[in-house]
């Protein structure tokens, strides 16, 4: 199970050698995940508002395999890869469009990846600490998740593990 | 007759205040523009290719009223205010959704503006220099000017000044 | 008097034209003027903590003259041009840089200005709402006005004039 | 041996999180190669008009350990780790700073890394395929090499490997 979030390139996102500059992917991937939580219920504005926790990044890594250009129509593909007791790791492809509906989840695998983005997204209350992903957001972060994983982390976090 | 673009805030877009870092509004402004030349037949990286004219910001002047926030599901309406020689006269109004069709074209007013940006764009060519709009480009936008200023801009035009 | 911050154009500042992407001179406009008030003693974060009240742009108006490019060495230079009850009126030149050593204030003209920007800064507090200028920031910055244009403000705002 | 690139955080880079956006990190990063480039001779917009060949960034990873803040003064320390044919591997620590010179090279240690980023860059030429690095330029960095990778560095490119 994917989420699809499209966007496009505009000026602001290219740099003089023509292409998209290297750090806006992040903020691609970002509203990509921003969409997933809020089609999910939990606009992140008002999770914060509400539980006091908001998700933020504590590591990423990204592949820079092909440039995307001025004008290109793209698509965050994001996965839920794992879900630990306070963080989520995600993962992340930006891709050429595939002309698919804005916000919608589906099984195809698609372009290949122009860029490919792994993030480990901690939970934190508003003093910055680590804590516990709300029950809430789990319970619907869970049933997105592939099956096989889902039964397997369940186990797990019964069992109070990270 | 003016074209409407929703556009979302995001974390990218927000700083230490709270609130839509000031320059940023520009941003939503370039985007709304690029999808009113798209949806009029004239992709910006196309149209610099094809004809290798460019559109440039020369002046532009900003009106903050209300900032708008995170989550914040924003509208720019933008407007053709003016058709020169080389140059276009743009207003765009950043405000909350009113809930319109993507990418619609509607003539109403909606809420009022958070932000006010007039600008004067230029046409200039690879040089940088000051070129006459392509008259592809100018028969396109005068069609979607409003009726009284585009028959008057017509008698201009045709006495060649700007 | 004018304050003199110079600032560089890397690749984040550019875009697909090869020039600075025209709303990122408001970035370097904000960083200097961040610096001109760190100078006069007032860091901003510093002052939002201590006295509740912060600087927000309510109106700005850019005259793009010409475009910086990549790795050009630029110069901000700041001017006061008004102070009211709760405004601050700033006039900023971006320029080529003249070899100024940093942070300097001086008093030359230096360069022809790339991008021109008038501002309107606003003294708000933490809901947002207009508020006076903290007196000492305002008795900083009053000496750092030109002498004709200080006495006639302290006249007026001897009469609570804005 | 290291370089170290003193920077600030304004407005412009924080969110509505309070905290330094975490894509920013990486344009604070880019301005420290940039700068480090400069000093070695090597500034990119002229390196690119000379040579035909131009810097990437093809992998990053970052790890985000503690905040920045609005107002903080920041330094990038950034280390060569390994220099292949066409390639460079680069280490990059942001920490708060410890009151350096501007531009400075520098042996010590400082403070503890809010923000650690392991990059590889690519050499490409205007068709954006990989090439070898200049010869000027990789000379200038084996200088600024650790000694021991140095010679061992040497030995390995004289096979051509990479």
């Known amino acids: 199970m994917t989420h699809v979030f499209p966007t496009r390139v505009y000026y602001e996102d290219t740099d003089a050698g023509g292409i998209v500059y290297h750090a806006h992917y992040l903020r691609f991937a970002e509203r990509a995940r921003n969409e997933m939580l809020r089609l999910a219920g939990f606009p992140h504005?008002?999770?914060v508002a509400q539980t006091g926790?908001?998700?933020t990044v504590r590591h990423c890594e990204i592949d820079f395999r092909q440039p995307a250009r001025l004008d290109d129509a793209l698509e965050v593909v994001t996965r839920i890869a794992d879900i630990g007791a306070a963080t989520l790791d995600i993962e992340?492809?930006?891709r050429r469009a595939a002309g698919l509906a804005w916000g919608g989840v589906e099984a195809?695998?698609?372009p290949a990846a122009l860029v490919?983005?792994?993030l480990r997204l901690a939970c934190?209350?508003?003093q910055g600490r680590p804590v516990r992903l709300p029950a809430a957001l789990r319970s619907v972060l869970v049933n997105v998740q592939p099956a096989a994983l889902r039964s397997a982390r369940v186990?797990?976090?019964s069992k109070g593990q990270d």
């Open 45 to 47: 504005a008002a999770m």
């Open 53 to 55: 926790v908001a998700l």
């Open 92 to 94: 992340q492809d930006v």
């Open 108 to 110: 195809t695998t698609g």
């Open 116 to 118: 490919r983005i792994a």
């Open 124 to 126: 934190i209350n508003a």
């Open 155 to 157: 186990n797990n976090l």
